[in-house]
């Protein structure tokens, strides 16, 4: 092992003699918290190595070492303790793409308290329903768009500690103070003992039906993220890399945390109010950028763009998740910039599971190969694994005795979903797809997601794939929509590009284009135009809104007859 390496004291690659990897060893410590085993080890070691990259809304840039990290978050541990945060305890963050989220999550982390990442937009009643499951000590909230006031609403009436950043809020603690306050102290903070299965995480999914679950990462979940920046990012040290993704989502977990930091990357953080491709396309050329990760959405507006008039010569990786990734859009984006965009797959519940590893070509169609972190199979509604090449739920299988790592630990409150989703010995993903022979999994969606129309399964990504390939269409969505003689019938949500009109002529184009590209039996038989698609508080297009929007005109139509 390298001392110049600190992932290598947690992560070992067991190599065939091709120099393919057939598995992956890690080690965790009984105490290893990631804020003093990693960052300050390194803040210890190179104090002036590059660890943050902030980009304000304004234009400012900020840059903090791992020395200023340490230091700060040092800081941070103190002030919250002088309000009462300590180990064990929950603190939700509504904190947007502020700096201070990253001092903050260390700081947690040192106090061994349990972080619990949120997005800002959710709603006042969003937020007290998350802050009284995960039993919330404290609130840290940026004062921009509402944000306080919906905290404020949440927390009257509750021993909630509420904290604004940025600006100040009416009785609200406020952050600047109280790092001031840790500063002016003189203290110094002594590291705080903290338990490998201890829960260091809540992130509340946003769901496809019902209420939003909590999902409990324990302190070796940063371990499992080092394959992710490793082996999908491409990440080296020194590197500036930067994710897309609010800091409420488990993907700044994936892409602006962890595996980033465990390698000696820089991470950029772009803090914006819209997003503008031009602006962000500068972000990228200007700042070189040398490894990127965005959701499709992202790479759409992107190549809506002229790219050949940025220099992309520090790009060396670029990678997707969160939704499938157009072909189309693919393809744009690698002829304009020589870079190949990458695939990937998880969920909030796990790492990164699927990916095309660096060095790989991606292959049609295909979200990659299972991680060598994992044992991936393809099951049936019995739990019986299926052979190459039929369709049945993703599953993870231990394989040992211990749970995998970075696969969350329990479901707050939830004991009985938790059981449910790890019958039968395997974690049931709850996602459709596929293997073929050479090991490549090709995703058909959610469970709730499959379109069962006149006996045949239809993977609604396989035809909203189709379906922006057509020069009209810029976003879309396909669901089920309940028929009387086929059951269901395959529907399209359809925003169309500028220069379009939603006639019978169009509509009827796309169905034909689908038939001649895909199947006869996946063709749209609904095709709707609107102005925009319902999305999750991460971003991704909600298909179950959709449906229940359907169900519910249906049922107010029954209802009038």
């Known amino acids: 092992m390298s001392e110049d390496y600190v992932f290598e004291k947690y992560y070992r690659e067991i190599r065939a003699k091709d120099g393919a990897i057939e598995r992956i060893e890690t080690s965790v410590p009984a105490h290893f918290n990631f804020a003093y085993d990693v960052v300050d080890w390194f803040a210890e070691r190179t104090p002036d190595k590059p660890a943050l990259l902030h980009k304000s809304i304004n234009g400012a840039l ?25 180990r064990g305890d929950a603190v939700m963050l509504l904190l947007k793409r502020r700096y201070e989220f990253w001092i903050a999550m260390l700081a947690l982390h040192k106090l061994g308290a349990i972080a619990v990442p949120t997005s800002h937009m959710v709603s006042a009643e969003d937020i007290a329903r998350r802050a009284e499951k995960a039993h919330t000590k404290a609130i840290l909230c940026v004062n921009s768009e509402h944000i306080c006031e919906k905290v404020e609403t949440a927390v009257r009436g509750t021993c909630v500690i509420p904290i604004a950043v940025g600006e100040r809020y009416g009785e609200f603690r406020f952050w600047d103070d109280l790092m001031s306050g840790a500063k002016r102290s003189g203290k110094i903070w002594e590291r705080v003992e903290t338990d490998v299965s201890d829960p260091m995480l809540y992130y509340f999914t946003s769901g496809t039906n019902g209420e939003p679950k909590a999902v409990i990462h324990d302190w070796s979940y940063p371990v499992a993220h080092i394959y992710t920046a490793k082996h999908w990012h491409g990440i080296k040290d020194g590197d500036l890399h930067l994710t897309v993704a609010d800091s409420g989502w488990a993907k700044t977990a994936w892409g602006k945390l962890y595996g980033q930091w465990f390698l000696g990357a820089r991470i950029l953080v772009y803090d914006y109010d819209r997003f503008y491709a031009g602006e962000f396309l500068s972000l990228l050329t200007e700042l070189k950028v040398n490894t990127f990760c965005a959701p499709p959405t992202i790479y759409k507006y992107l190549v809506m763009e002229d ?18 990734m157009p072909t189309a859009v693919a393809k744009s984006f690698a002829e304009a910039t020589g870079v190949t965009v990458r695939d990937g797959f998880g969920q909030t519940e796990t790492a990164l599971q699927i990916c095309t590893p660096v060095g790989s070509n991606p292959v049609p169609g295909s979200i990659g190969k299972a991680s060598p972190l994992y044992r991936i199979e393809i099951a049936d509604e019995q739990g019986n694994f299926l052979p190459d090449g039929e369709e049945g739920e993703l599953v993870i299988v231990p394989q040992g005795s211990e749970r995998p790592i970075g696969i969350f630990c329990g479901y707050l409150g939830e004991e009985e979903r938790y059981r449910e989703v790890w ?74 590009k500028d220069g379009f009109a939603g006639d019978q002529r169009l ?18 038989r609904m095709i709707v135009y609107v102005d ?11 298909r179950a809104a959709i449906r229940r929007a359907d169900e519910e005109k249906l049922r107010q139509s029954d209802n009038r007859t």
């Not at 999994?441 to 129309?453: E, M, P, Q, T």
């Not at 925009?532 to 991460?538: C, I, T, V, Y």
């Open 62 to 86: 900020t840059e903090f070492t791992f020395g200023d990290m340490k230091r700060l978050s040092d800081e941070a541990a103190i002030a919250l303790s002088e309000v009462g945060v300590c």
């Open 507 to 524: 509509t009827t184009e796309l169905q034909d284009y689908v038939k001649k590209n895909g199947a006869v039996y996946k063709y749209p």
């Open 532 to 542: 925009d698609l319902p999305r999750s508080s991460s971003g991704k297009i909600n």
């Open 307 to 324: 790219l050949l008039q940025y220099d992309w010569s520090a790009l060396r990786c670029a990678a997707t998740a969160g939704e499938p």
């Open 423 to 496: 019958r039968g010995g395997a974690y049931h993903t709850g996602d459709r797809a596929k293997r073929d022979a050479d090991g490549n999994f090709y995703f058909f969606g959610r469970n709730d997601d499959v379109i069962k129309s006149s006996g045949y399964r239809i993977g609604p990504s396989e035809v909203e794939n189709l379906l922006m390939q057509h020069e009209a269409v810029k976003f879309c969505a396909v669901t089920g929509y309940p028929s009387k003689t086929r059951g269901t019938v395959v529907k399209a949500s359809i925003v169309l």
